[in-house]
């Protein structure tokens, strides 16, 4: 079996990471032992690009369960937990390419290795594994039959590539389902970036200002979590209606600019480029931490800094490049500008990564039962499967709801009564 990990030694430590994580995913669990039984997605070749965690590994032993015959690769090259990507290869013989700390080179080739693969289902994070396909592998896109998108960066290059008419074959995005976004983007994203930025720079966020750029569900979860832990919070935003509700959540808003020489940690989750820049960069305070919680290292223009700085950056602790500027002052650039959760933490914890790939699990088994009457666009869960896996949730959780009484559905179904 060919795979390319750091180091298979690390299988052991990878295996009880895997196991911790299961605890906590009682719905993939419940659906791996369907999946066991009724093996629906028998024989079909997989070839999965997502950020390799010891949640993923859950997602992949489940797929595998159901019949799937599955590579992996990694979705971000600071990513990859090495002990789970050892463990997929020894324990599961699951073909892994992923190593933390990857060039871009090898990245690719991590993604092309999962392509040589030739898939017939397609799931991605973030769109790179379905646009090298789109781009330098045409001949292969007839052989797959559907795909699946876990996140919101990812859905956007779909939406894009299919108003082009660019895309070949529909994809399901796993990102638009409620027990997704609602969950992972907010909860997920709001703990696992704070817990990012922490374990790299270990400072004190009580009565510090934390700038959060966007404020969409990943950004309203990040800003809720530093103000849970005694921060100042500013939003900036460019779409008023987001910028109105952050402010009634009761936060400040202003412009990057104006908030640039206030912050004291800067989180940028807008899914866009160039949002902390150079302007900004020039008038933050010296020693401001900046960092990225968003899919790509995109946001914040490292170029930019470079050019503002003198000479290259000094490694201060890991994960915290410290850049010197030509006006004296010091950034702190977090996790190279890539997502600061996954790069110095681990990510969304489990309890939540169990909806989102449940989603994922139930979403490849939908695709398949009905992509032939489907075209090359982008798909949403039904959402009953939707309510489904909320209900299961709920139920793993011990929690018991009401159900609507006959009379009371039918007054819901009805428009006559009135006052
Ligand atoms: N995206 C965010 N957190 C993740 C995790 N723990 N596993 C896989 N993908 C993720």
Known sequence: MDFDVKDPNLAQAGRYKIEWAEQEMPVLKAIRERFAKEQPLKGLRV?????????????MRTLQAGGADIVLSAS????????????????????????KGEDN??????????????????????CDLVSVLHKERKGQIK?????????????????????????????????????KHYFDNRYGTGQSTLDGVIRASNILLAGRTVV???YGWCGRGVASRARGLGAHVIVTEVDPMKALEALMDGY?????????????????????????????????????????SGHFN???????????????????????????????????????????????AEGHPAAVMDMSFANQALGAEFMLKNYKGMKPNVYTIPEDV????????????????????????????????GT
């Open 212 to 214: 959060v750029s966007g």
């Open 252 to 292: 400040q808003i202003m412009p990057l600019k104006e908030a640039a020489p206030k912050g004291d940690v800067f989180i940028t989750v807008t899914g866009d480029k160039n949002v902390i820049d150079g302007e900004h960069m020039r008038v933050m305070k010296d020693g401001a931490l900046i960092s990225n």
């Open 298 to 344: 995109a946001e914040i223009n490292i170029p930019a800094l470079e050019k503002l700085s003198r000479g290259a950056p000094r490694q201060v602790r890991p994960f915290v490049q410290q850049y010197s500027l030509k006006s004296g002052r010091k950034i702190n650039l977090l996790g190279e500008g890539r997502l600061i959760n996954l790069a110095a």
């Open 47 to 59: 070839s999965a690009c997502l950020h390799v965690t010891s949640e993923t590994a859950a997602l």
């Open 143 to 179: 052989e797959v039959l559907c795909g699946t998108e876990e996140t919101t960066t990812g859905v956007i290059r779909l939406r894009a590539m299919a108003k082009d008419k660019a895309l070949k074959f529909p994809v399901l995005a796993v990102n638009d389902s409620m027990t």
């Open 105 to 126: 080179a090898t990245y690719y080739k991590h993604l092309n290795a999962a392509l040589d693969h030739h898939p017939q289902i397609t799931m991605d994070d973030g």
């Open 76 to 99: 971000n090259p600071l990513s990859t937990q090495d002990e789970v990507a050892a463990s997929l290869v020894a324990n599961d013989e699951i073909p892994v390419y992923a190593i």
């Open 386 to 417: 939707d309510r489904e896996i909320a209900r299961l949730k709920l139920e793993s959780l011990g929690c018991k709801i009401d159900t609507l009484t006959e009379e009371q559905a039918a007054y819901l179904a009805s428009w006559e009564e």
